[in-house]
């Protein structure tokens, strides 16, 4: 399983980007995928998540409204849509496979990628 994230960049605040996670190793037909980012000092956030299998979505509140999480899942990858970022978005975000949840958006991570900085600043 391998699950490759890139995408990011530096982008100034109210700015977009899309990410997106190259999944090898099992399909996203049926699949709970997601969006996890960590910024130095601060505690590891679940951003967003979805099942595949039934198209519920999570979000955590800090991107609700701003991030759309999307699968293409004939080309088996994942992406992130982020629009109006804020400086606070600045992290590395890293694609994973686990379980969504409502409390920890996602969780119980089976599989990891490498991550893609996203920096947010003027």
């Known amino acids: 399983v391998q699950l490759q994230a890139y995408g990011g960049g530096s982008v100034q605040p109210g700015g977009s980007l899309r990410l997106s996670c190259a999944v090898s190793g099992f399909t996203l037909k049926s699949a709970a995928i997601g969006w996890v980012r960590q910024s130095p000092g601060k505690e590891r956030e679940g951003v967003s998540c979805?099942?595949?299998?039934?198209?519920?979505?999570y979000y955590a509140d800090s991107v609700k409204g701003r991030f759309t999480i999307s699968t293409d899942n004939e080309k088996n990858i994942m992406y992130l849509q982020m629009n109006s970022l804020k400086s606070e978005d600045t992290a590395i975000y890293y694609c994973?496979?686990?379980?969504?949840?409502?409390?920890?958006?996602?969780?119980?991570?089976?599989?990891w990628g490498h991550g893609t900085q996203v920096t947010v600043s003027s």
């Open positions: 994973a496979a686990g379980l969504c949840s409502t409390s920890e958006v996602i969780e119980a991570i089976d599989f």
């Open positions: 979805v099942t595949t299998y039934d198209g519920n979505t």
